[in-house]
């Protein structure tokens, strides 16, 4: 009886616990994002400029101002493209997963939301769908509804704080927990060709391996429970080096046939090990059929001590100036952010901080609006915290050694000591005394090498709110 009580005891705190996050991650101010006219902006790789005359009038969710000191990538090999519309069309394509509430409720608790603990494990799912966009879509691909979306026109969401609240806290005293759906909005159906419907199906398909359901390969439920095996359980926080081994295994463990051609691969000790992640892409399909998967590359690293040192400036802009790039799971000390780009020395960033209702992604035709994001953030380089997890997506083996030459140059031009931030070396992890992680783990998440390294990133990790 007393541990029924006790029991009964967490499940009424945590429904309030609940229903306050709810709350505050309700009350979102629309704060005005400020671009120069005069520098470019990078988005994963690509570059678009504002200077047109009339083009950046068209963008309404976008603020200019005329300071700015232009930027110092004249020489990188980018296609400059677009104007504004094409940047605001590109960004809302991204794929924004943020907090949620009324889900199905987390095995082993009582949440049914993710508010004031999981905004890591929301920019770790981003970067994963980044890259799973590139492998599906290609980085060429667009939202054809994206301009459709219309910030001015979205939820008030200062207006709703209080009907949110009301309604948490009535449902956190009768149990009224039943998931919701959001009702579907935008514009009607229009008519699509082949490759428009082909890239459609992709694109939902993507989203619904990202789903908030136990059933989803990447959602929410999965990757707690992979968490669980190193320790973590539903409501702790969770740092960008631990989610980048969740996500790893999340990818070995994942069972659909359209995800065999992917791989995920996680650097050690800073040191990303050539032979191991092509022995990764060369591994053998769970159907026995050989063939080269492609492989998303994480990179747990530190750029400085207790803050950030602004000498690693400018080669974070070079990490985000590169297409195969995925983004970067960051953020400032008590926020995760998922950076996708820049312009001078501010990086632009999706914020998952923001509690949206549960969509029930099985559903044919789910609304779609929710998982795209209709304006950028902004943040000053010198306010990230030093933690972070770097991603980039490479197709085939021969990308990877391209990437791998390239990222290494950047990696020793904007060095100013003795080491670089990380480094390619050839061989395996093995040959330098290092246990390898297996490529497919039946009893643990993580090996024993990576439990004492993770110990070591976790006592040095910002907690997350």
């Known amino acids: 009886m007393e541990a029924t009580g006790t029991d009964e005891v967490e499940k009424?705190?945590?429904?309030?616990?609940?229903?306050?996050?709810?709350?505050?991650?309700?009350?979102?101010?629309?704060?005005?994002?400020?671009?120069?006219?005069?520098?470019?902006?990078?988005?994963?790789?690509?570059?678009?400029?504002?200077?047109?005359?009339?083009?950046?009038?068209?963008?309404?969710?976008?603020?200019?101002?005329?300071?700015?000191?232009?930027?110092?990538?004249?020489?990188?090999?980018?296609?400059?493209?677009?104007?504004?519309e094409e940047f605001r069309k590109d960004f809302i394509s991204r794929i924004w997963l943020?907090?949620?509430?009324?889900?199905?409720?987390?095995?082993?608790?009582?949440?049914?939301?993710?508010?004031?603990?999981?905004?890591?494990?929301?920019?770790?799912?981003?970067?994963?769908?980044?890259?799973?966009?590139?492998?599906?879509?290609?980085?060429?691909?667009?939202?054809?509804?994206?301009?459709?979306?219309?910030?001015?026109?979205a939820e008030s969401w200062t207006s709703n704080t209080v009907r949110k609240l009301t309604a948490s806290l009535e449902a956190s005293l009768t149990a009224d927990r039943d998931p919701k759906v959001l009702p579907q909005r935008g514009p009607a159906r229009r008519s699509w060709d082949v490759t428009e419907m082909r890239n459609e199906v992709y694109h939902r398909k993507i989203i619904s391996w990202f789903g908030d359901s136990p059933l989803a390969a990447f959602g929410l439920h999965q990757l707690i429970e992979y968490g669980k095996k190193s320790g973590k359980i539903a409501g702790d926080w969770y740092g960008p080096a631990v989610v980048a081994h969740i996500l790893r295994k999340a990818v070995e463990e994942a069972r659909d046939p359209e995800l065999q051609g992917v791989t995920v691969y996680v650097a050690q000790d800073c040191t990303v090990y050539s032979s191991d992640v092509i022995d990764r892409q060369c591994s053998f399909m769970d159907s026995g059929k050989a063939g080269t998967k492609a492989v998303i590359i994480l990179v747990p690293v530190r750029l400085g001590g207790e803050r950030t040192n602004t000498d690693y400036l400018e080669f974070v802009k070079g990490i985000l100036s590169l297409e195969y790039c995925v983004g970067i799971i960051g953020g400032k000390p008590k926020q995760s952010y998922y950076f996708a780009g820049f312009q001078d020395d501010s990086l632009i960033y999706m914020d998952p901080h923001y509690c949206q209702s549960f969509v029930d992604v099985s559903i044919k035709d789910f609304p779609l609006e929710s998982f795209h994001c209709p304006s950028p953030k902004k943040m000053s380089f010198k306010k990230m915290d030093p933690s972070c997890t770097i991603g980039f997506y490479c197709r085939t083996v021969q990308d990877f050694e391209k990437a791998s030459e390239e990222i290494t140059k950047m990696l020793n031009s904007s060095s100013k000591e003795k080491y670089p931030l990380?480094?390619?070396?050839?061989?395996?992890?093995?040959?330098?005394?290092?246990?390898?992680?297996?490529l497919h783990e039946e009893n643990e998440l993580f090996s024993e090498d990576e439990k004492k390294r993770l110990k070591r990133f976790s006592t040095e990790e910002f907690v997350l709110l």
Not at 15 to 36: C, D, G, P, R
Not at 135 to 153: I, K, T
């Open 422 to 438: 990380f480094t390619f070396v050839k061989g395996h992890s093995r040959d330098y005394d290092f246990a390898s992680s297996p």
């Open 98 to 153: 943020t907090y949620r509430e009324e889900f199905p409720q987390i095995k082993g608790s009582a949440l049914t939301t993710d508010c004031g603990w999981g905004c890591t494990l929301r920019t770790g799912q981003m970067l994963l769908a980044q890259g799973l966009m590139l492998h599906f879509l290609g980085r060429a691909w667009v939202w054809p509804d994206a301009l459709d979306m219309d910030s001015s026109e």
């Open 12 to 84: 009424i705190k945590s429904k309030f616990m609940s229903a306050w996050h709810n709350m505050k991650y309700s009350w979102v101010l629309k704060t005005k994002t400020y671009f120069s006219r005069n520098s470019p902006v990078f988005l994963l790789g690509k570059c678009y400029h504002f200077k047109t005359e009339g083009e950046y009038r068209a963008l309404h969710s976008l603020q200019f101002s005329s300071a700015g000191d232009g930027s110092n990538f004249d020489k990188i090999n980018t296609e400059i493209s677009g104007n504004v």
